[in-house]
């Protein structure tokens, strides 16, 4: 059974910094593919950072998200820094290439999925 669980979101205010951790059980990241998402209520999910050996980064987050990965843990984690109120959402892991896409951030491109946690920016 493999297990992605995200944790670390909360609330905070705009311009600050916070640190999502993806956990895996029966899964291991290495160094394969992984991305997180982001879905906001009325809008599709959408790509935030995603890759293997280098990292894509979405637009609107590039320069304030960075993806890190602790092996020895089998964790990843997300840093947000300057955060903005637009940047609320449910944040989501993904792990392993189920091959229906060839962009690492499409929602369709993996075949493991966490249950998110919640992000929310106030101004």
């Known amino acids: 059974q493999v297990r992605l669980v995200e944790s670390g979101g909360g609330s905070v205010q705009a311009g600050g910094a916070l640190r999502l951790s993806c956990a895996a059980s029966g899964y291991t990241f290495g160094s394969n593919y992984l991305g997180w998402f982001r879905q906001a209520p009325g809008k599709e999910r959408e790509g935030v950072a995603a890759g293997a050996g280098s990292i894509d980064y979405a637009g609107s987050v590039k320069g304030r998200f960075t993806i890190f990965r602790d092996l020895a843990r089998n964790t990843v984690y997300l840093q947000m820094n300057s955060l903005k109120p637009e940047d609320s959402a449910m944040y989501y892991c993904?792990?392993?290439?189920?091959?229906?896409?060839?962009?690492?951030?499409?929602?369709?491109?993996?075949?493991?999925w966490g249950q998110g946690t919640q992000v929310t920016v106030s101004s």
């Open positions: 993904a792990a392993e290439r189920d091959g229906r896409s060839r962009n690492p951030l499409g929602a369709d491109f993996y075949k493991y």
